[in-house]
């Protein structure tokens, strides 16, 4: 038997909501476009919004990688 969780990467209904998040240096805020900060900020993502119920807002420091997550408005969903 599969279970397919709401809250994976390949919802369709969830990916078009993180494209709008940057991912900068904590001290410069120069952006950081590492694969592993971008995994880790999707990641993220899934795991706020399974915990809160409402997407990620504004900026999140991570001051142990020296970097931040900011998150903008989600786009408005297609009818």
Request: glycine fraction near 4%; charge should be negative.
């Amino acid at each position: 038997m599969q279970v397919r969780l709401s809250t994976t990467m390949t919802d369709p209904q969830m990916t078009p909501r993180l494209t709008n998040y940057r991912v900068s240096d904590l001290e410069t805020g120069a952006p950081l476009e590492t694969l592993e900060l971008h995994v880790l900020a999707r990641a993220y993502y899934a795991a706020w919004l399974a915990v809160h119920g409402i997407a990620p807002q504004k900026w999140h420091p991570l001051p142990m990688l020296n970097a931040a997550f900011e998150f903008g408005e989600p786009p408005a969903m297609p009818a």
